[in-house]
């Protein structure tokens, strides 16, 4: 059944075939017809899975994901990765974003991986750091006064392109 995909609700592993016997390979249990289609995404540099760290603290268990472990250190990557894919099969040939740091890099890293352009726009608060690794990523930086500004010129380049 094309676009959809089998769920075994005892283990949770998603097939897209279901087996001749509809029986899930790891647990025996049948398996389930997803409503919903099935979307793809691929990992462009080895985003997510990150893991997630057990610690006992004042007695109780905390969990701490560890999404520094991501490509350019930030949990930004996951959406940067999804929205890239998105565009992609838009045939986009640059990614816009209006960005105080992060998710600026994030694109910036993202786009050249694909071999597409960047455009940032930052406000004049960003920090130096963050410019310079801008600009090594061949991002093209574009400084604004505010934030607001920032974020109504990246507005106005992507409605033009």
């Known amino acids: 059944m ?5 769920i075994c609700p005892k283990c949770g592993k998603e097939f897209e075939d279901a087996p001749k ?3 899930c390979p790891y647990c025996g249990s049948s398996l389930n017809l997803a409503k919903k289609p099935k979307i793809f995404r691929y990992r462009i540099m080895g985003e997510g899975n990150t893991p997630l760290v057990k610690e006992k603290i004042g007695g109780k268990e ?3 994901k ?3 472990l991501n490509p350019t250190g930030s949990f930004k990557d996951r ?3 999804a929205t890239v894919q998105y565009f992609l099969k838009k045939k986009c040939s640059s990614f816009i974003e209006d960005s105080s740091g992060n998710t600026g890099i994030s694109t910036a890293v993202y786009a050249r991986r694909v071999n597409r352009e960047s455009y940032i726009f930052s406000p004049k608060t960003i920090a130096e750091s963050k410019k310079k690794l801008l600009n090594l990523l061949g991002a093209k930086l574009t400084i604004t006064e505010t934030r ?3 974020f109504n010129l990246a507005v106005k380049m992507a409605k033009k392109k």
Not at 2 to 6: A, D, L, N, Q, R
């Open 2 to 6: 094309e676009g959809y995909t089998f």
């Open 79 to 81: 959406g940067t990765s």
């Open 66 to 68: 560890l999404e520094y």
């Open 21 to 23: 016997d509809w029986k």
């Open 62 to 64: 905390l969990f701490f």
């Open 148 to 150: 607001e500004e920032a």
